[in-house]
């Protein structure tokens, strides 16, 4: 999937989980699916919802946001990667 960039944007997030609409290319394109980080256990695990939803997709901005949660202290509300 290289030269794919991929776009989440915030949509909710409360003490269970963070949501993020995933697209593919354009910021603010056709959404790909839902991108779910559940964040009230010991490790964050995700999943993506939707009936287009792409696992591949939502697997290249996952670890970015996970990352700059833990280095900002607070869950991004976008996150780009190629």
Do not use: C, F
């Amino acid at each position: 999937m290289s030269g794919v960039l991929v776009y989440a944007d915030k949509i909710d997030e409360n003490a269970a989980e963070v949501r993020y609409e995933v697209r593919r290319d354009q910021p603010d394109g056709q959404v790909d699916g839902v991108l779910v980080i559940e964040t009230s256990g010991d490790r964050n695990t995700w999943h993506v919802e939707g009936r287009d939803a792409s696992s591949a997709l939502a697997g290249l901005v996952v670890g970015r946001a996970v990352r700059q949660r833990g280095e900002q202290g607070a869950w991004p509300d976008r996150v780009a990667q190629q």
